[in-house]
Each structure stands twice: as C-alpha cells, then as structure tokens.
C-alpha cells in the first residue's frame, strides 16, 4: 500500500486540525469521507475540504473498502463505540485525546486493534513539539541528574460558552473536566518524561462554571525519592493561559513552556546545548506531525509513535487523580480492574456520590 483512503468522524472543532493535515500528505493520504451527527455540518465540512463524501452516520464511512484511515474527532464517550466499531470494520484508527473516559473502555478499545491487527493511535501532539523531544534526551542522558521535584500546571480559562456544548461539563460525556481534557495533555508529558508514579493525592473543586465536572485540581503526585505538585483549571482568569512544567534535579532543572534547561555546572550546560542542536527545528505544528506519523505508520507497518497504550497510560494518572478526589484519600497506581473508577458504571457512581455529598456541604 502507498496510499491510504481516509474519514474523519466528528466535524466540530478539532476536525479541521485532522482535515489540514491529511490533505498536506498529497498523494499518500486521499480525504474520502466525513461524518457528523449534524448533517449540515458534515456536507460545509466536507466543501470546504473538498471531501467527495459526507453523511450523519458512521456506518456509511465504516462499510467503504476505499477507506483504511479513521480520525476519530468525536465527544470523549463516544470515543471507544465509535472507535471499536471501525476497528471492527477493519479500519486503522487515530482517536483524539483522551482515549476513553475509563480503563474499563480503554481496555476493551486495545483489545479490539489487537484482535483486528489494526493501528490505534490516540493524539497527544506536544509529544511531537522539538522542545519536548529535547527535554526528554537530557533527562534520559542523565545530564541534569536525578529529578526530585516537578510542577506541572495547566492554569487556562474557558468562557462560559465553551461548556454551552452539550456534551462538555459533564461526567457522562466528558469524563471529567479540566483534568481529562485540558490537563490531558501536560499529564501525558510528565508520563513521557518521569514515568508512571506510585501514588496520588487529589483535591477537585468546581468553582467558577456552572457544571457537574471541575474546573479545579490541586494534585501531588509521588515516585520514589521524587514528587509532583499538579493544577489544572479551567477558570484561571489570567491574561493568557498558562501551561508550565518545572522539573528540578541533583545537577539542575528543566523548564517548558518555554523550553529552558540549567545547570549550574559550566560541563553540564555545554553537554544539554551539544544535545538540544541534534533535534532539529519542528517544521509543522504538532497535530500535523502526528497526523502524518500515523499514516506513514499504516504504509510502513510499524508502530505509531503514540499507540493507544500511552492514552490508556495517561488515562490511568487521570482516572486514579479523580479517584482519589472521590474518595479524600491516597489512591496506589497501577489501578486494577477492581479499582471503584476502573469501569465507566463505577466511575459515573463514584462521580454522582461526590457531587451529591459537595451540594449537601455547600
Ligand atoms: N488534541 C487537542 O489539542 C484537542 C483540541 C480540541 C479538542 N480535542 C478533542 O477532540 C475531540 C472533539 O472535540 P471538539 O472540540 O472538536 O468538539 P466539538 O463538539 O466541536 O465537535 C464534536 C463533533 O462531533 C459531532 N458528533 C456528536 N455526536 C456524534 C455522533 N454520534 N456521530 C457523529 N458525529 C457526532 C458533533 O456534532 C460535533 O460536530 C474531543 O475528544 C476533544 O478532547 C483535542
């Protein structure tokens, strides 16, 4: 194969960012097809990308033999439907973060690529950002040392209108708020860089917006001999939004955003500049970088660099993040199946309690 036929499912926000990018792939990737509950939206979608094909329904994508390529661009809760059903139907799938809004969906999305022998991908394009690359060679080569301390924070705001979308601001259908889809992504980063940690402790508020899920975190998380304070809001009313990441280490510190690595020690610094300059300069914006790593991963038969493995890692920090909000307590990582927030039914019950014991409070 040296082409792919493509279809996106889901014409809202983020679609365009999959349309762009497909179409900059030329000859190897050919937009067929786009869907969208909303009808209208699918067919304006699919004139303004020049898509032949548009529908309200997923199935007239799924059944053609000219698509192997499906970008999932959909609200989370129908992320694992939509996407075990076109791996079903033989079709490699790319699906926008997060994953699932559970493990108990995540789980049954790999199993599904895995007994299809199809790719799943899930986007998690600041992986894809040079600095990013950057930051993560210096830790591995040790050249700052041992990380002992890290602050991560995504501290954004949305205007109440963002949640005036029917499926965002609630736990059925968002799976969580300013920790599973904007957070999502800086906790992926620290995934990337320090690794799975062993336990979390999480507070989460809603403060500012009127709905079910929050738009406040405080979190810390811990590995051994290190820890990590998190935030994440969607009410920080600051000029603009501010992502930061600050890891500390026995022979300096790295910064993002923007990248700035240190070291007191003159060796060290020349070593992390001697490193930084073999990444080259990201030409295209991350989203487009992993849009096209995934369709080179389908031609060249090889893993895409963001398997569906490393959303369902992320997703795990995440789910244990509301669990032990749920619960007021320290939750221990790995979660199990038996875990109260594994399955979508258990988390949903453990959201609902929490919510019903914070209105009695308040
Ligand atoms: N990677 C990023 O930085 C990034 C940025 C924004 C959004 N996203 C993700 O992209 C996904 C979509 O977000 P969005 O902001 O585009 O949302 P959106 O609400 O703008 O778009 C979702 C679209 O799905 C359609 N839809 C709903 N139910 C459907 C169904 N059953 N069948 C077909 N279409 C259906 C809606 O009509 C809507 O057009 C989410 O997972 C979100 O987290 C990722």
């Not at 050919?30 to 979608?45: N, T, W």
């Not at 935030?231 to 300096?252: F, P």
């Not at 199946?337 to 453990?350: I, W």
């Given at each position: 194969?040296?082409?792919?036929?493509?279809?996106?499912?889901?014409?809202g926000g983020i679609?365009?960012?999959?349309?762009?990018?497909?179409?900059?792939?030329?000859?190897?990737?050919?937009?067929?097809?786009?869907?969208?509950?909303?009808?209208?939206?699918?067919?304006?979608?699919?004139?303004?990308?020049?898509?032949?094909?548009?529908?309200?329904?997923?199935?007239?994508?799924?059944?053609?033999?000219?698509?192997?390529?499906?970008?999932?661009?959909?609200p989370h809760?129908?992320?694992?439907?939509?996407?075990?059903?076109?791996?079903?139907?033989?079709?490699?799938?790319?699906?926008?973060?997060?994953?699932?809004?559970?493990?108990?969906?995540?789980?049954?999305?790999?199993?599904?690529?895995?007994?299809?022998?199809?790719?799943?991908?899930?986007?998690?394009?600041?992986?894809?950002?040079?600095?990013?690359?950057?930051?993560?060679?210096?830790?591995?080569?040790?050249?700052?040392?041992?990380?002992?301390?890290?602050?991560?924070?995504c501290l954004w705001w949305r205007r109440p209108m963002y949640y005036e979308n029917t499926w965002r601001g609630k736990?059925?259908t968002e799976?969580g708020g300013a920790v599973i889809n904007q957070a999502?992504?800086?906790?992926?980063?620290?995934?990337?860089?320090?690794?799975?940690?062993?336990?979390?402790?999480?507070?989460?508020?809603t403060i500012a917006h009127r709905i079910e899920v929050e738009d406040w975190?405080?979190?810390?998380?811990?590995?051994?001999?290190?820890?990590?304070?998190?935030?994440a809001s969607t009410c920080a009313e600051l000029?603009?939004d501010?992502?930061?990441?600050?890891?500390?280490?026995?022979?300096?510190?790295?910064?993002?955003?923007?990248?700035?690595?240190?070291?007191?020690?003159?060796?060290?610094?020349?070593?992390?500049?001697?490193?930084?300059?073999?990444?080259?300069?990201?030409?295209?914006?991350?989203?487009?970088?992993?849009?096209?790593?995934?369709?080179?991963?389908?031609?060249?038969?090889?893993?895409?660099?963001?398997?569906?493995?490393?959303?369902?890692?992320?997703?795990?920090?995440?789910?244990?993040?509301?669990?032990?909000?749920?619960?007021?307590?320290?939750?221990?990582?790995?979660?199990?199946?038996?875990?109260?927030?594994?399955?979508?039914?258990?988390?949903?019950?453990?959201?609902?309690?929490?919510?019903?014991?914070?209105?009695?409070?308040?």
């Amino acid at each position: 194969m040296d082409t792919v036929g493509v279809g996106i499912i889901g014409a809202g926000g983020i679609a365009a960012a999959h349309a762009k990018a497909y179409q900059m792939l030329g000859a190897k990737a050919h937009l067929i097809g786009v869907v969208d509950i909303d009808e209208e939206r699918a067919r304006a979608f699919a004139r303004r990308y020049e898509i032949p094909v548009w529908s309200g329904e997923s199935d007239d994508l799924l059944k053609r033999d000219d698509i192997q390529v499906v970008s999932v661009c959909l609200p989370h809760h129908l992320h694992a439907p939509t996407t075990i059903a076109a791996l079903q139907a033989g079709k490699h799938v790319l699906v926008e973060k997060p994953l699932a809004i559970s493990l108990e969906e995540a789980d049954a999305m790999i199993r599904a690529a895995q007994k299809a022998k199809r790719h799943l991908g899930v986007v998690f394009q600041l992986r894809f950002e040079s600095d990013v690359q950057r930051a993560r060679l210096i830790l591995e080569r040790g050249l700052i040392g041992a990380p002992f301390y890290a602050e991560v924070s995504c501290l954004w705001w949305r205007r109440p209108m963002y949640y005036e979308n029917t499926w965002r601001g609630k736990w059925a259908t968002e799976g969580g708020g300013a920790v599973i889809n904007q957070a999502t992504h800086h906790l992926d980063l620290l995934l990337y860089m320090l690794g799975m940690p062993s336990r979390v402790y999480a507070e989460i508020d809603t403060i500012a917006h009127r709905i079910e899920v929050e738009d406040w975190c405080l979190a810390t998380l811990y590995w051994e001999g290190m820890k990590a304070s998190f935030c994440a809001s969607t009410c920080a009313e600051l000029e603009t939004d501010s992502s930061r990441m600050m890891i500390l280490a026995s022979n300096g510190s790295l910064q993002m955003f923007p990248f700035r690595p240190h070291s007191r020690q003159e060796e060290r610094l020349l070593q992390i500049g001697e490193v930084c300059r073999t990444v080259p300069e990201q030409e295209i914006p991350g989203h487009t970088a992993e849009i096209h790593d995934f369709v080179f991963s389908v031609l060249e038969r090889r893993e895409p660099r963001v398997p569906a493995t490393e959303g369902r890692r992320a997703l795990e920090l995440i789910t244990a993040i509301y669990q032990s909000a749920f619960v007021g307590d320290v939750v221990e990582l790995p979660l199990n199946p038996d875990s109260p927030c594994y399955t979508t039914a258990g988390k949903l019950e453990m959201a609902r309690r929490f919510t019903a014991n914070r209105a009695k409070r308040t």
